[in-house]
């Protein structure tokens, strides 16, 4: 590996140590305009259970849980430097019951079947070891018709016609690809 591959990955792909802190620090800047436009998408209301799957600094948890302020959001990431952040960043809402972070991934999410009402992402999909079984994981946790939002920044490196395919693999319908910016967000709905 390149040391600025290495680099990469420790500060955004997965972010620890000193490297992880900064990252953190950078995506909650660069992220901040995403993750409020994926949570306007999912139209939450102020009940509804929500997920957010590799959270990074805790940015959208922190919208995520302001919008469904009568409601439960949760998420799951693999860096415990991002837990870290994230727990700091939504102390209050932790604290109060509304709001809980584990470490965990994509592929094997630590929820039974049915749990939630919509679920996001925000810059991780793409660094999840398989895909599509993380989506079939997003769509096992929510409720039949619930929404999941999954959206990518320039600096992400995903691409928008590649999500279609395994959001249908994962049992998604109506899926639907949004653009704002130079960014994008495939909006679709499970099945059961």
């Known amino acids: 590996m390149a040391l600025t591959d290495w680099l990469l990955d420790r500060a955004f792909g997965n972010p620890r140590g000193i490297l992880g802190n900064v990252g953190g620090r950078v995506m909650a800047r660069t992220n901040d ?12 209301a102020p009940t509804d259970r929500v997920l957010e799957v590799g959270f990074g600094p805790g940015v959208g948890i922190e919208l995520a849980s302001a919008a469904a302020s009568e409601g439960f959001v949760a ?5 415990k430097g991002m837990v870290e952040q994230a727990r700091r960043r939504n102390a209050t809402a932790i604290e109060a019951g509304r709001v809980e972070l584990r470490r965990g991934v994509a592929d094997d999410l630590p929820y039974a079947d049915g749990t939630f009402d919509a679920a996001f992402s925000v810059n991780s999909m793409q660094v999840w070891p398989d895909a599509v079984a993380g989506l079939r994981e997003l769509h096992r946790v929510l409720k039949p018709g619930g929404s999941v939002a999954l959206a990518f920044t320039p600096h992400a490196g995903g691409s928008r016609d590649e999500l279609p395919g395994p959001l249908a693999r994962a049992g998604f319908e109506r899926v639907r690809i949004r ?9 679709a709905t499970a099945t059961k």
Do not use: I, K, M, Y
Request: net charge negative; charged share 25%.
């Open 33 to 44: 305009d995403a993750a409020r436009w994926v949570v306007s998408l999912l139209d939450l």
């Open 75 to 79: 998420g799951v990431d693999p860096a």
């Open 179 to 187: 653009e704002q910016d130079e960014a994008f967000c495939a909006t």
